[in-house]
T-cell receptor, first 114, second 113 residues
């Protein structure tokens, strides 16, 4: 099976712009989670989507949003970019709906905000 | 509020010896724990996991131990190999939190030949 894919891999934006990142989960996986990784804060949970519905949300401002399509592909959007949004954005997919399941990560999108 | 903590940012071990990576957590609602390995410019790769109903889980050279009373888990790698050099993240999940993993800050393991 192909792994989780994320596009684009690298992105440079300026403050105030908005950005959309895309994630294609492993075939058959219905849960998609997004994480932000920065040197200071580590890996932080943004949100999770399952069957096109946001199931969990982390502690990020409303500028961060996401959605999931019927084919389980997901996008996340960041509006009004700030310098502090520069980070590696990771997407992970999971096959199960139960309490115990592992997440499989994509390679990430490196976002740089100038 | 750091719910999952890895207090050692780095660890250096000789090839062939045991590597022990530690992780502490504060949230008693966590019921599933995972270890991930990460190389630069790549996403984390799942290594091994353990449910809170167990105290040990083994997979080849990797063993995870869970001490619920101390809210502590550890990852043992025996024997350590140079290819194990990477950043290791501990993560935790609670039953009612679905696909939300809470990660520690990571420990950079260096295995020297």
């Amino acid at each position: 099976k192909a792994g989780v894919t994320q596009t684009p891999r690298y992105l440079i934006k300026t403050r105030g712009q908005q950005v959309t990142l895309s994630c294609s989960p492993i075939s058959g996986h219905r849960s998609v989670s997004w994480y932000q990784q920065t040197p200071g804060q580590g890996l932080q949970f943004l949100f999770e989507y399952f069957s096109e519905t946001q199931r969990n949300k982390g502690n990020f401002p409303g500028r961060f949003s996401g959605r999931q399509f019927s084919n389980s592909r997901s996008e996340m959007n960041v509006s009004t970019l700030e310098l502090g949004d520069s980070a590696l954005y990771l997407c992970a997919s999971s096959p199960e709906t139960g309490a115990i399941y592992e997440q499989f990560f994509g390679p990430g999108t490196r976002l740089t905000v100038l | 509020d750091q719910q999952v903590k890895q207090n050692s940012p780095s660890l250096s071990v000789q090839e062939g010896r045991i590597s022990i990576l530690n992780c502490d957590y504060t949230n008693s609602m966590f019921d599933y724990f995972l270890w991930y390995k990460k190389y630069p410019a790549e996403g984390p790769t799942f290594l091994i996991s353990i449910s809170s109903i167990k105290d040990k889980n083994e997979d080849g050279r990797f063993t995870v131990f869970l001490n619920k009373s101390a809210k502590h888990l550890s990852l043992h790698i025996v024997p350590s190999q140079p290819g194990d050099s990477a950043v290791y993240f501990c993560a935790a999940s609670a039953y009612n939190q679905g696909g939300k993993l809470i990660f520690g800050q990571g420990t950079e393991l260096s295995v020297k030949p």
